[in-house]
């Protein structure tokens, strides 16, 4: 028995010791692309704040369309549903859960948005290659939308809590 613990040991300690750095380095996702690629010329640069707008228009149910007008409005009795469902019921009722999955979306959705809001104004302040002008414009597009998605968050606080 002390010689299998003896030699679990070792074989434990050899494996850390001769690790290979290529696991612990992880590939950049192939769906992305990195800054230095992005915000290389004016088209690209406006292509990642396209992303943001894209994103606000192409789900229906996102917190910009549906779910941050319809939901909060069937709270206060001026919408009503003929569907029905557990997360719906729940504003319907008032009596909102932290298990609410259009919650989840109503507060995941906006932070996801500044996430990306922020990194184009930072790949902007960064990059060398776009003009001066189209980096104004589109720094000032991405600081405006960021303002929105948090004054979103800000106003729905009540409703939400």
Known sequence: MKRIIIYGLLIGSLSVFTGCKKYVEVDPP???LNDELVFTDDKTAESSLVGIYSTLNAYSSSFANTQGNFYPSMSSDD???STSSTDAD???ENKL???NRIISG????????????????EGLSQSKTVSA???????????FLRAFFYFYLVNNIEVIK
Not at 106 to 119: E, K, R, T, V
Not at 134 to 143: D, H
């Open 133 to 143: 002008a189209k980096s104004a414009q589109l720094t000032g597009e991405a600081k």
């Open 97 to 99: 859960t932290s298990s």
């Open 30 to 32: 192939r769906t992305s």
């Open 90 to 92: 729940e504003f319907k």
């Open 79 to 81: 919408l009503q549903s």
């Open 106 to 121: 109503l507060w995941s959705q906006p932070y996801s948005l500044i996430y990306h809001a922020n990194a184009v104004i």
